[in-house]
């Protein structure tokens, strides 16, 4: 929360407070960045509260666009790659180095090593103004919220008491090591640390994001409902290791798979077999993970339809949540992400075209999203103002870690 604003007179050349509104919640804030504009604007749901120019990264020294949140703020800040250079009222956007800050030199065209340059006296106001976990959203071209409706997207309906998740299987979230350094699209995957559930921190927003399986977290699975039919996997890591590999032929041995299948060690056809043999169902191809406070908390199996398809990178954000009437108004953007033909190969994707039916590609991607019930009961009681939810095909972006919330890179 935060009191009344009024920016002062000093302001200077193309930095303004465009509208006489004054937000009430700073958590329902968020900052688009456009790079080709150098412009920066705040907004209070659909209404611009203040704009200011930027100077964002030069050539090889490139801003990095995608979905962010501010995880560390500081008066003053001395840059620990670039000789102790200062940053003052300092935003951080990733521990690799990226933050909003003020400069001294904002010329309205690229000409910082990486970060977002503003106006002095635009700095400080917006530093008075933000909350930790601010959504930042950089983008080449300009883009803006605007007001999405669908059955998809949660509601704060009031759940009767239950315990944790009974039908669904929840894990702990997986979350990133912290990086040193940007990494780009193609480079290794961050390494995996199992973090312990948590449990839901006061009112703060939740952060949830909607991406593929990946490789590993299928073979977990395998591997704890192989376990429980009887046969013999060793640890339930994500490995295919010895014994693995020798319950899978057993498997086969006792639920013959079509020849074709048979020579494949992990196919879709050993996994709805073994899924069947369990009495789970379908085998989930999507998961949904959720994080409060910077942390994980937990997360759960989904189903996207036509999986051959890129679900595109949507990003949403909760800006009215009323508990009495169980309503929540949503605001999402789409993000320009091209995928390269390794990514779409490793992720099974033969199309870029995410539109399946008439409409847009942000609503055929919430169409093509199936989420368990008791996930959807468990989110809805979660839900604050400020809450947010991203939709991506490439998953935990490799800054995303210790003390972040999930951050989403579509040009790095």
Known sequence: MFSRLVFGLGLLSATALVHPAFATDARMLQIFVSKDKQQLAVYDGTEVIATSKISSGKSGHTTPSGIFSVIEKQTYHESNIYSGAPMPFMQRLTWSGIALHQSNSVPRYPASHGCVRMPDAFAKQLYKMTEMGVPVIITEAQLAPRPIDHPMLFRPEAPEPTPLLSDVELRPSFGALPVQVAMNEVAAMPRLQVQPIVAPVNDEPVRMLITRRTQRETIIDLQTYLAQLGFDVGNADGYLGPATIQAIGAFK???????????????????????????????????????????????????????????????FSAHDVDLTEGTTEWLGVTLPNTLTSQTMKRLGIRSTESSIVSGTPIMNALSRIDIPE???????????????????DTGLGPETGQGTDFITLTRG
């Open 253 to 315: 041995t006792q639920h013959p798979l079509d020849a074709a299948s048979s020579k494949s060690l992990l196919s879709d056809a050993l996994l709805r077999a073994v899924y069947t043999a369990a009495g789970k169902g379908e085998p989930p191809n999507g998961v949904i993970m959720l994080r409060q406070g910077f942390r994980p908390v937990f997360e759960a199996p989904v189903i996207i339809a036509n999986p051959e398809l890129a679900l595109g990178t949507h990003f």
């Open 374 to 392: 008791e996930t959807r009961r468990k989110i809805d009681a979660m839900l604050t103002p400020g809450s947010t939810l991203t939709i991506s």
